[in-house]
T-cell receptor
């Protein structure tokens, strides 16, 4: 089954304690990205990656790091979490079509709800 | 980057057609228009996308204005399962940036 898997789904942590949210996709997709969702603000892009070892900042990258060492994995790292990073996080991916064009369909994970105290 | 604006909420009667508008007046010529919807406690799911001409799939239709400054997602016959937040998104395939609007919460009245 085609899917994007995020872990953990729920996490409560304290300010300053480094954490990593993992994201893995089994569709051999080139493109992966992270979003945060906050009430009244919709989804905002944090970072994205167009392929292995290629990452770029989205609209709200401050306080986050990412890496893309393998095609299937795109972890989100919070080196020193702060309460303003309390949010619902989504990972997503999509792939280039067989003819090289984009498939257009972004697949999302189920979300990771993070609370920073 | 293109900004999209949508009404905060809409209501529709069950089994009636629903027209969800989106304004994207600053969209560039190469930005695709995507629609996703988000059911409670789930990640967004793809609905439809297009560039210039109208598009149809099994879920919905997308009508894009000739000047591309606005588009409308059409659900032909709303069911209770269509109650969700619908997001209109601009997708720049050049730099791969996706910009979400704040979404329209669609309520279906039985």
């Amino acid at each position: 089954e085609a899917q994007v898997t995020q872990n953990p789904r729920y996490l409560i942590t304290v300010t300053g304690k480094k954490l990593t949210v993992t994201c893995s996709q089994n569709m051999n997709h080139e493109y992966m990205s992270w979003y945060r969702q906050d009430p009244g603000l919709g989804l905002r892009q944090i970072y994205y990656s167009m392929n292995v070892e290629v990452t770029d900042k989205g609209d709200v990258p401050e306080g986050y790091k990412v890496s893309r060492k393998e095609k299937r994995n795109f972890p989100l790292i919070l080196e020193s979490p702060s309460p303003n990073q309390t949010s619902l996080y989504f990972c997503a991916s999509y792939g280039w079509g067989l003819a090289g064009g984009r498939s257009g369909e972004l697949f999302f994970g189920e979300g990771s709800r993070l609370t920073v105290l | 980057d293109a900004k999209t604006t949508q009404p905060n909420s809409m209501e529709s009667n069950e089994e009636e057609p629903v027209h969800l508008p989106c304004n994207h007046s600053t969209i560039s010529g190469t930005d695709y228009i995507h629609w996703y919807r988000q059911l409670p406690s789930q990640g967004p799911e793809y609905v439809i996308h297009g560039l210039t001409s109208n598009v149809n799939n099994r879920m919905a239709s997308l009508a894009i204005a000739e000047d591309r400054k606005s588009s409308t997602l059409i659900l032909h016959r709303a069911t209770l399962r269509d109650a969700a937040v619908y997001y209109c998104i601009s997708h720049n395939f050049g730099n791969e940036k996706l910009t979400f609007g704040t979404g329209t919460r669609l309520t279906i009245i039985p």
